[in-house]
């Protein structure tokens, strides 16, 4: 699956989120479709610690999703973390194409970690028996 659109679809149902939150979340979706598929659904790639895991190639989509214009950079403030954020004004009109298969997938992770704090949700990645297998 193309990366963009995963994310893309990611922020217009979760919204704001640090580029942190968003990595568990996308690692949330691979974990799940290894253990129902057998495989990933994207193709990032995952460094990883016991604890933790960062992704270069997420921050390669990222950066191109601002400089295409398709996300926004939201600063920090009040001791609040940057955030990124879509940069479309009319989301109902705003399409993206993900099969109906795997938005339903999407829906229902996100159903359980959109509202998740940060600590959990990074918990509920390591902790999975699939995490090695990212």
Do not use: W
Request: aromatic share 8%.
């Amino acid at each position: 699956m193309k990366e963009d659109a995963l994310i893309l679809y990611l922020f217009k149902k979760c919204g704001n989120m640090h580029p942190f939150r968003l990595s568990r979340i996308i690692a949330l979706v691979d974990i799940e479709y290894i253990a129902r598929k057998g495989y990933k659904l994207t193709e990032l790639d995952y460094q990883k610690t016991p604890v933790a895991f960062y992704s270069d190639a997420l921050s390669k989509v990222i950066q191109k999703l601002l400089n295409l214009g398709f996300l926004k950079k939201i600063p920090p403030a009040n001791g609040k973390p940057g955030y990124l954020s879509l940069n479309i004004t009319d989301l109902t009109t705003f399409e993206i194409k993900i099969p109906e298969d795997t938005e339903k997938l999407l829906d229902e992770i996100l159903s359980k970690t959109c509202k998740m704090d940060n600590d959990a949700l990074n918990a509920l990645v390591v902790s999975s028996p699939h995490y090695a297998d990212l």
